[in-house]
């Protein structure tokens, strides 16, 4: 309370700051005609040899849905893995996990997301501009990024000193949300400053379906409304920066905090009478997870003639939790007496730092050099257990030269070194002991499974690399061509885990002597950039020798009504693909796009398809702009994937209509913005083959609409 009493308090001050301020008379001028060749997106194409997507401001405003992946799974070769209407996670030309990084202010955003059910916790609100890197990108961001990254930046600060801000609000039908943030900011002189606070509440969302059915069994949907699907979203950030000659520092405090129920019927065994309608379509009831992930970070840089140093510097904190009505399969474990209900906890410390040196030896060479170093803390609670207490230490030294051989072709090259320690608790589960020897199992066999959790104590090391090439050979044309090998350190879940993960309805079990997870990847991509428009196609291959995923055992579990045990296992794995774009301008008002993915996947060793892969998707959209009005209609078409991992069910294809439009106006002094949406105006049943839920046959939300208001502000000082 006393946070919101603060924020209250700040909200107010500003707006008597503002009102007090007087904007500058601007005198008129005439200056020669600018002609402008390129924007910022093809100018960041031509400096990395991978495909690259940009999402700026405008992106982000016309497309904004309160979650920041189901704003960018527009963005061909981006997919968002669901968890209900209120997590997601990022998937990138079909890997996940810890496989796709995602950076915010040079820092990497540690959480728990090696889970289905784990979600991203950074505020979508606070998301100024995104670089998606798609292929790999070990070399410059370690290990974990050798499916993609997601670069978050902060924008740049105002030229002009002033006092400024924005007020947004946001509301969505599918599950009654109402939302908002505020930002204020200040710019004077060589420093600059913001504070935001953006706060969401939502309901139960509504799905286009009275029932499903699963395991065979009958369970209603009442009212329309998945039950216990609401929840609520805290978030509050500041950012500092100081600029003076050839030095910058910056700043930022961020603290994130969600806390949103699971449907009864998809966590444990689904049960007809844990989904009657208890008459409160926004109560959060057990079982529901909450998590709290809060982050400091610092970046110091410093430029010289020809050199350029940057070190970031950040802790990390994330501190999980899964509450559920106290269960045991055993018969004789008793509610613990604090928290009784607290099914599972994760708390998670996490130290980085990042040190980058850049060299421009001259106009044709540029050099970076760059060591990296992450100490990482987790301990456990709850009365169930999944995955142990464990140390993780993980460094990386990395080179990469640019050679520009002539105008228009450019030639990038580097390797990088990392290491790796990891250190796990053993965990002997005492309960499970009892329970056995009460079934009557020889001691041997009780000891040996009683021991949940063994050990670990493993050092890895390996190399990346890659080598690519930017050429434009004449102009409005781009070839971009990458190879690279890449490798990854496997996960404490991958080498220690050992237990039931509810919602996914399995044992899941790791593997202690995993072998790190290694592969090369080749990526071209073209556009061509005429008046009329652009074409844009980029496909890739990957190749993994050790490729982790969670393989059926055909092994019976231990544990009582936990069914097969999926054990980590690495496997010859391939992965192949491509998106394509194309813009048209039919007019100086209208534009038509048409954008689509593809993912093949290919378990080398078992000859059949990798679980999770997305299917293709197509985008056709019309965009009408008139001045300050913007319209928008859009067909989504999802094809059917049939190419599924055992006990991995097909997905049916999808039609589904999406509008949209957004009007800027005059309002004194301020501009306000505001912008409509439309989804699955048909209100078609569909179902998300990434989903959390799509294992128990629950399909996407239903038809929403959603309304988003902003209103910036700004004071110039004289």
């Known amino acids: 309370m006393r946070l919101k009493y603060a924020v209250a ?20 001028q005439s200056i020669k005609e600018i002609i402008i060749t390129e924007n910022y997106r093809m100018a960041r194409n031509k400096q990395v040899t991978v495909p690259l997507e940009m999402a700026g401001k405008a992106f982000l405003e016309n497309h904004f849905s309160g979650n920041l992946m189901q704003t960018l799974e527009r963005l061909p070769g981006v997919q968002s893995m669901d968890i209900g209407s209120g997590f997601s996670k990022p998937v990138i030309r079909g890997m996940g996990f810890n496989r796709v990084s995602v950076t915010e202010n040079g820092i990497k955003q540690e959480g728990q997301q090696w889970g289905a059910d784990h979600g991203l916790e950074i505020d979508a609100f606070n998301v100024e501009q995104v670089a998606i890197r798609k292929g790999p990108a070990s070399l410059l961001y370690g290990s974990d990024a050798m499916g993609g990254v997601v670069e978050i930046t902060p924008a740049a600060p105002p030229f002009d000193d ?9 509301g969505k039908s599918v599950n009654d949300l109402l939302g908002g943030s505020v930002m204020v900011g200040l710019k004077k002189g060589k420093f600059h400053t913001k504070l935001r606070f953006s706060e969401q509440h939502f309901g139960d969302y509504r799905v286009p379906t009275d029932h499903i059915v699963y395991l065979t069994q009958h369970i209603p949907i009442a009212n329309k409304r998945l039950k216990n699907t609401a929840g609520l979203e805290r978030n509050i950030s500041w950012l500092g920066e100081y600029r003076n000659g050839r030095y910058m520092s910056s700043y930022s405090v961020s603290n994130a905090y969600q806390k949103v129920g699971f449907f009864p019927g998809a966590h444990g065994i689904p049960d007809a009478s844990r989904v009657k309608d208890d008459g409160d379509s926004r109560n959060i009831d057990l079982p529901y997870s909450k998590v709290n992930h809060l982050k400091a970070t610092t970046r110091q840089q410093y430029s010289w003639d020809n050199l350029l140093l940057q070190w970031n510097l950040g802790y990390q904190n994330n501190h999980r939790e899964e509450w559920s009505s106290f269960h045991t399969h055993y018969g004789t474990q008793q509610p613990p007496v604090v928290d009784p209900d607290k099914e599972l906890m994760f708390n998670l410390n996490t130290f980085s730092s990042s040190v980058k040196l850049q060299l421009f030896g001259s106009s044709t060479w540029k050099h970076t050099a760059g060591w990296d170093i992450q100490y990482q803390q987790n301990t456990i609670g709850g009365y169930s257990f999944l995955l142990p207490e464990y140390k993780r230490l993980t460094t990386g030294f990395f080179w990469l030269t640019d050679y520009q051989v002539k105008e228009g072709l450019t030639i990038s090259g580097g390797l990088r070194y990392d290491f790796g320690h990891i250190n796990s608790n053993e965990f002997i589960d005492t309960h499970l002991a009892e329970y056995l020897r009460k079934q009557g199992y020889p001691e041997e066999e009780v000891t040996a499974n009683s021991i949940r959790s063994h050990a670990v104590d493993r050092s890895f090391g390996d190399w990346s690399g890659s080598v690519g090439v930017v050429w434009t050979p004449v102009e409005g044309h781009l070839l971009k061509a990458n190879i690279g090998h890449s490798f990854r350190l496997p996960g404490a879940n991958e080498l220690a885990s050992n ?13 202690i002597s995993l072998d790190s997870e290694k592969g090369w990847q080749f990526d071209l991509a073209y556009t061509w950039n005429r008046s009329w428009g652009s074409i844009q196609f980029s496909p890739f291959i990957s190749w993994f020798s050790n490729y982790i995923f969670l393989h059926p055992s055909g092994e019976w579990s231990i544990l009582p009504h936990a069914g097969q045990v999926y054990r980590y296992t690495g496997a010859e794995a391939l992965f192949a693909g491509a998106e394509a774009s194309v813009e048209v301008f039919l007019t100086k008002q209208l534009t038509y796009s048409l954008t689509g993915d593809y993912v093949y996947t290919y378990n080398c060793d078992e000859h059949i398809p990798l679980s999770f892969s997305p299917p293709a998707s197509v985008r056709n959209s019309l965009t009408w702009q008139y001045k300050k009005l913007q319209l928008f209609g859009e067909y989504h078409y999802i094809a059917r994937q049939n190419r599924v991992d055992r006990n991995e069910e097909p997905t049916p294809e999808a039609h589904l209509f999406n509008a ?59």
Not at 162 to 170: D, I, N, P, S
Not at 499 to 510: C, D
């Open 162 to 170: 002033q006092f400024y801000g924005e007020v947004a609000l946001l």
């Open 9 to 28: 308090w700040i909200i107010c001050w500003s707006s008597g700051i503002l009102h007090a301020q007087q904007t500058d008379t601007l005198m008129e």
């Open 660 to 718: 949209g439009a957004s009007y800027s106006f005059s309002l004194g002094k301020v501009e306000p913005v505001i912008t409509l949406s439309a989804k699955n105006l048909l209100n078609k049943r569909y179902y998300n083959h990434l989903s959390f839920y799509r294992r128990v046959e629950i399909p996407e939300p239903g038809r929403n609409f959603q309304v988003m208001i902003k209103v910036p502000f700004n004071s110039f000082f004289k």
């Open 499 to 511: 237990g039931v993960h509810h919602g996914t309805f399995r044992h899941e079990q790791g593997y």
